[in-house]
Structure formats: structure tokens, C-alpha cells
């Protein structure tokens, strides 16, 4: 109906007029769509770069982890010690008919030093076929073979490499864990990071040969954290997964402390804290919506009252109870929606400034800005029509009287 | 027939020992194109009457027929209709909204009414040529003088072409050249066919009226047709406490075009048996 344009012109210039009391309105709106918008932006950018890696790291590979290891996705200090996973398991999982690769991932303790000590590092004991289970390839030198006769030598994470010598390209340099002495044979280019994923690890790792990991006589056994296995082709990813699982089953004599992970499974054992985080904070981003709504009506019941000759002198010249009820609400509604479209802009600058500043790359969901907007339309709405239906049904006469 | 017919109308405000009567069992019928002052002392009831002939209130006791309609006991949306349709209000206030231009305020009872924009805006504009401030269309109330609100005010009233126009005390808050202004537009209206109703307390004014009403304590106490032009005569036997703010106010309304009457003819209106109260209090 046409005497709508006339609303919402009114509208406009109520909200000119009471220009700090509008935007002090908008505030819990603002906050609340502009937080859902961000966060949800940020979490399915981290989401879209974990299923990126896993499809370039880890395509093809199951990940079998120890159950009680399962918390290494937190990162490099909190590995636990103790691992259900043993190196009979290892020998069962290669002789698997579909398996390509299997790798041991041990973790040992101890300080690595080179030209400096790398307290960050963290030594991973694994076998020759690491690099192409992960797809990784070289910066420098080579990775240990299988066939390798000196096997107290070792390849450097891309950050270890930094940590621990001085020199750009330190192969053939010397370092020392537990009294040995390794001869880094290789670097490992710079793995994509992510937050959440198990990347970090890997640029930090100082890797050994289980076999020189054997020959110290250190007992892998306990800290078997991970066994990657590479399959020959997609198609037997089921069927490989399956297996181990019963291979593993008869192992442990009958016990479930381990799993089995598929590679999107991975992805989403990574994302799991992260959409716990997301929806936690668009919990709170809801309760400040409903804030917002509050702090409108609360405005609008405000307004009202201030209005009351306003709204007799309207009824006077012929206003329905309709019309001035659909003026409020409008006006509530305005203010709800340019709170909307405030946080809307809000939240793309502060996407555009976390894309250009840091790793993230949050993701810009239409579908999320939409609903965004006609979330707050229906909180402008709902919230306004309590002061509404109390603006329409006062007496002409008595809001007249109003001055 | 009467265009306005109130039967035995009575008006209560508050309750208990506070009760006020504001009307008191009036009687009244109006016929179209007919021009009346009503008059009385402060407090007599005279803008409660009207705003239960604008459909503003609504009677606490009698009947009243609007058209031969019966409208005392209408819904809230009905009367709204109705106002919209049939009356136009001017307040001694003016009562145009402060943060519409002119223009905007004239077209308020069109866009209520529905009419597109475009439309309602012409229209408007037209009616404002008419009460002569077609070059004060874009101004804001705060910038024009209080004649020149009350005559946007008259044109916001007379935009949706109403019968009826109600007017409490339309010159209260103007000067003479203002009231003069207000009261040849009115008369000018009143020359168009329409009815009108207004309240004063200056006895000049009743020059303008066909007709004048004098109230006292809730109660119409006399009713006297007069001619255009002359002054009428109980008024101007100053029977009741006529509130006199001013020499401007007694000059108000003198037109230069209107005569002064040559005689004068005192009716007395305490004379009168007053018609024995009956509150239903
Ligand atoms: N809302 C109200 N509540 C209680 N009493 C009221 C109310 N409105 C009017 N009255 C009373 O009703 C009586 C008539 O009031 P009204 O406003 O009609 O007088 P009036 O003739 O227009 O006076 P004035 O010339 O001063 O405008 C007065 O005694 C007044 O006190
Ligand atoms: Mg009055």
C-alpha cells in the first residue's frame, strides 16, 4: 500500500533526528550479526583449508591412532606418552592386500641440539616411505631410504631446520639426541598450516629412522602415536579400513583402543573443537540479538510515550489503529535492519582485515548475510510490535491531550 | 434533515466525588451548510462537545447520529474511517507535525486515505495554493508565522474534501490579522457548501456564523441564529465572562468589508428558565 512510503520516510527522519539514540539501539544488533557472520566465516575458511590439506596430505591414507592418543590435535605438547599401539600392529597392517604404505609415527622425547637447542622439537621416529604417504616433497637433500646403510641420519621439518642450525641449507651438519650424533640427510618443504591440524607437527619434527631408533635400544612400542597407511587406490579405502580394524581387533585381543580414521574423518576430528567454539559463540551472538531486540522495544515504549500527541494528531486526521501500529513497527523494524546492515559491513571489514593480517581466511557466506538480514527484520518486528500494538490502541482524544 | 443530531448527550469524566459532567443531557442537531460559533465561559464543555462531534470521544450517555448514522457507540478503526472521510479538524494549536514540511503535513490525511504519492502530493499542493501558501510549501512549521500554520493547518483539513469542519478555538493563539485570515477562509469554505464548527470566545466572530450556541456548565443554554456579518446579540450583551486577552482580540475578525450592526437587541439569557439539571451522576 502506497501511505507505506510515507512510514518509512518517517521512519527515516525519526531516526535522523535521534541520531545516537538509534545507533545505541542498533548496538546489540550490530554485535550480534556481525559476530554470527565472522565467526561462521572463519570457521568454515579453517574448515575449507583442513579438507584442502587433507586432500593434498593425506589423500588415500588411513590414520590409525591410538584411542588414548587421539588428543594430539591440540598440538605438539600434549602427546600423550603411553600408546596402544605396538610394532606387531605395524607388521599386520603391511601385509593387508591393498595396503601401499605403512608408517610408523613414534614419538620420542628429548632435546635435539644442532648449532642451537630446539626446544620446540620433537622427534619422530618413522620409516622411508613418510614422504610419499604425506605427499611431501624436498626443499633439500634427500629423505633416509629403506635401503640406507648410515642410519643415524635424519631429515629436518621446514621450522626445525631453522631452530636448529644457523645455516640456510644445513645438510651434512651434525646433530645430537640422546648422545647420538645424526647427520641430517634432508629438509622437508614448509607443510601448510593450519590451526587444528596436525601440519605444525610435521614442520617441527626431527625425523629418524626407526632403525636407529631400534639400534638405542629406545622402546618404540609405547610411543607408536600414529600409523599412516597409504592404499593403493580410493576404491580399497573401505575395504582396507575394515581390515585393519579386524587385524587390530585380534591384536588387542578383542579390546577397542584404537580407531581407524578415513580421510575425511580426519578433517573432521580437527574441525570438531572448532564448530564447538562456533557454536558457543553464536550462542552468545543469539542472546545478543535478543538483547538487541529488548533494547528496541525498550526504546520503542520510550518513543511512544514521548509521541502520544503526535500519535492523537494522526489519529485525529483519520490514522487507523492499523496504520499506526504498521508506523511503529516499521520504524522499529528500521532501526533493526540498518543494525543489520551495519553489522553486515562490519563483519566483511573485519573478514577483509583477518584475510589481508592472518593465516585465516574466513569464508564470505552469502546464505549467512541473507538470513543475517531478515533475522533482524524479524527481531525489529517482533520486538517493536509490543510498543506498536500500545501506540494504536490508545484514544485519539486522550493521546491528544498528550503534550 | 440534520447532518449532525445529538440526542440528550451527556459527557462524565473521573469517577466517585470527582466526577465532572462535562456535557449535560445536550441536545443538538446541526443541518448541513451551516456555520456555528459556539461560546460559553472556560470550562463549560465546549471543545468536549466538539470532539464528540469530531468522533475524537465518545458519549457517556445519548445518542448521536452523524448522517443519520448512529455513531456514538463505534469502534475505534470505524471512526477512524469516518473522521478520515467526513471531518476536518483545526486545533488552536495547529497540531501540524514539527518534523514534516507543509506539504508533507497537508498530505497526511491523503496518505492515510491510501492515495499514491505523486497524487497526494498534488493534491496537497493545490489545496495549500488555495489558502494562499503555495510559496511556503517546503518549509517546516517552526518557519512560518502562527497564521500561516493555522492556514496550512486549515488546507491539512480540507484535503480530504470533508463536510464537516471542527474548529476549537482556531484564532486562540493568533492576532488579528491572523484571525481575520483563519476566519475568511473559514467563511470562504462555509460559502462552499461545507458546515462549520468552531469555538471562540471573542464575540467579533460571530459576524462570520450563521448561527451561535452558548453553553454554560455543560448545558446549551441558548441558540440563536444570526445573520452574516452582524454580531450576535447575546454576545455581545457580554452575559457570560467573556476572557479578553488583548486589544487586538476585540479588533480580531472586524473586517473591513463587514458593518457594524446599527442597533442592538439584549435577549437575556439568565432571564430564561434554566432547563432544571438532571445529572445521572
Ligand atoms: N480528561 C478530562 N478529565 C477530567 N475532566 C475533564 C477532562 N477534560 C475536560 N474535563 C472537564 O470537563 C469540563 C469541560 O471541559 P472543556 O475542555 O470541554 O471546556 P471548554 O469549554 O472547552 O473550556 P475552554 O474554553 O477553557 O477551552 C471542564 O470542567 C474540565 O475540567
Ligand atoms: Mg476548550
Known amino acids: 500500500m502506497s501511505w507505506r512510503t510515507g512510514h518509512i520516510h518517517t521512519a527515516i527522519v525519526t531516526m535522523r533526528v535521534n541520531r545516537w539514540r538509534s545507533i545505541l539501539t542498533m548496538f546489540g544488533i550490530i554485535v550480534g550479526v556481525a559476530s554470527v557472520i565472522i565467526i561462521i566465516g572463519i570457521s568454515q575458511g579453517v574448515k575449507a583449508n583442513i579438507t584442502n590439506q587433507v586432500n593434498v596430505y593425506s589423500k588415500n591414507v588411513i590414520t590409525v591412532t591410538s584411542k588414548a592418543a587421539s588428543l594430539s590435535s591440540f598440538g605438539v605438547s600434549s602427546v600423550p606418552a603411553v600408546s596402544t599401539l605396538t610394532n606387531q600392529d605395524v607388521k599386520s597392517i603391511g601385509k593387508i592386500k591393498g595396503v601401499k604404505y605403512t608408517v610408523p609415527m613414534v614419538i620420542l622425547s628429548g632435546i635435539t641440539s644442532g648449532d642451537k637447542n630446539y626446544k620446540d622439537g620433537v622427534v619422530i621416529a618413522t620409516n622411508a616411505y613418510l614422504p610419499k604417504v604425506l605427499n611431501q616433497s624436498l626443499a633439500f637433500g634427500s629423505f633416509f631410504s629403506a635401503t640406507d646403510t648410515n642410519q643415524f641420519s635424519a631429515v629436518l621439518g621446514y621450522n626445525a631446520a631453522q631452530g636448529l642450525f644457523n645455516e640456510q641449507i644445513p645438510l651434512g651438519f651434525s646433530l645430537n639426541w640422546r648422545g647420538e650424533q645424526f647427520i641430517v640427510d634432508g629438509v622437508l618443504n614448509n607443510f601448510k598450516v593450519t590451526p587444528f591440524s596436525n601440519n605444525t607437527i610435521y614442520n617441527h619434527a626431527i625425523f629418524i629412522s626407526t632403525k636407529a631408533a631400534d639400534q638405542m635400544k629406545l622402546d618404540s612400542n609405547n610411543s607408536i602415536f600414529q600409523i599412516l597407511v597409504r592404499v593403493n587406490n580410493a576404491k580399497q579405502l573401505t575395504t582396507v579400513d575394515k581390515e585393519i580394524s579386524n587385524v587390530l581387533q585380534q591384536n588387542h585381543g578383542g579390546q577397542d583402543n584404537f580407531s581407524v580414521l578415513m580421510p575425511s574423518q580426519v578433517a573432521k576430528n580437527n574441525t570438531g573443537i572448532l564448530n564447538l567454539l562456533a557454536e558457543l559463540t553464536i550462542g552468545i551472538a543469539i542472546i545478543s540479538l535478543f538483547v538487541g531486540g529488548v533494547g528496541i522495544m525498550n526504546v520503542m515504549l520510550v518513543s511512544v510515550t514521548e509521541r502520544m500527541h503526535e500519535i492523537g494528531i494522526r489519529k485525529a486526521i483519520g490514522a487507523s489503529n492499523r496504520q499506526i501500529m504498521s508506523q511503529f513497527i516499521i520504524e522499529a523494524t528500521s532501526v533493526s535492519v540498518a543494525g543489520g546492515i551495519i553489522g553486515i559491513i562490519l563483519a566483511l571489514i573485519v573478514d577483509g582485515l583477518l584475510n589481508l593480517s592472518t593465516s585465516l581466511t574466513p569464508t564470505i557466506n552469502w546464505q549467512i548475510i541473507v538470513i543475517s538480514a531478515v533475522v533482524s527484520m524479524l527481531i525489529g518486528i517482533v520486538f517493536g510490535s509490543v510498543p506498536a500494538i500500545r501506540a494504536a490502541g490508545k484514544e485519539p482524544i486522550e493521546a491528544l491531550r498528550n503534550e | ?281
Open chain 2, 1 to 281: 434533515m440534520a447532518l449532525i443530531k445529538l440526542e440528550d448527550v451527556s459527557k462524565l469524566y473521573g469517577f466517585g466525588d470527582a466526577t465532572t459532567l462535562a456535557l449535560d443531557e445536550v441536545s443538538l442537531s446541526i443541518d448541513k451548510g451551516e456555520f456555528v460559533a459556539v461560546m460559553g465561559p472556560s470550562g463549560c464543555g465546549k471543545s468536549t462537545l466538539l470532539n464528540v462531534m469530531g468522533l475524537l470521544d465518545k458519549p457517556t450517555h445519548g445518542t448521536y447520529k452523524l448522517n443519520n448514522r448512529l455513531v456514538d457507540r463505534l469502534s475505534q478503526n470505524r471512526a477512524a474511517k469516518l473522521r478520515r472521510d467526513t471531518i476536518g479538524f483545526i486545533f488552536q494549536s495547529y497540531n501540524l507535525l514539527p518534523r514534516l514540511t507543509v506539504l508533507e503535513n497537508v498530505a497526511l490525511p491523503l496518505a492515510y486515505k491510501g492515495v499514491g504519492v505523486t497524487k497526494r502530493l498534488k493534491t496537497a499542493s493545490s489545496m495549500l495554493e488555495r489558502v494562499g501558501m503555495q510559496n511556503r510549501e517546503y518549509f517546516y512549521p517552526y518557519q512560518l508565522s502562527g497564521g500561516q500554520i493555522q492556514c496550512a493547518a486549515i488546507a491539512r483539513a480540507l484535503v480530504n474534501e470533508p463536510s464537516i469542519i471542527i474548529a476549537d478555538e482556531p484564532t486562540g493563539n493568533l492576532d488579528s490579522m491572523g484571525s481575520r485570515l483563519v476566519m475568511e477562509l473559514l467563511s470562504e469554505i462555509h460559502k462552499m457548501g461545507n458546515t462549520v464548527i468552531f469555538v471562540t470566545h471573542n464575540p467579533e466572530l460571530t459576524r462570520y456564523a450563521t448561527r451561535v450556541v452558548y453553553m454554560h456548565d455543560g448545558m446549551v443554554i441558548q441558540d440563536e441564529k444570526t445573520s452574516l456579518g452582524e454580531v450576535a446579540k447575546t454576545a455581545k450583551k457580554r452575559l457570560y465572562t467573556i476572557p479578553k486577552k488583548s486589544v487586538e482580540d476585540d479588533l480580531a475578525g472586524v473586517s473591513l468589508l463587514m458593518k457594524l450592526p446599527k442597533k442592538e437587541e439584549g435577549i437575556d439569557a439568565s432571564s430564561k428558565k434554566r432547563r432544571k439539571r438532571r445529572g445521572r451522576s
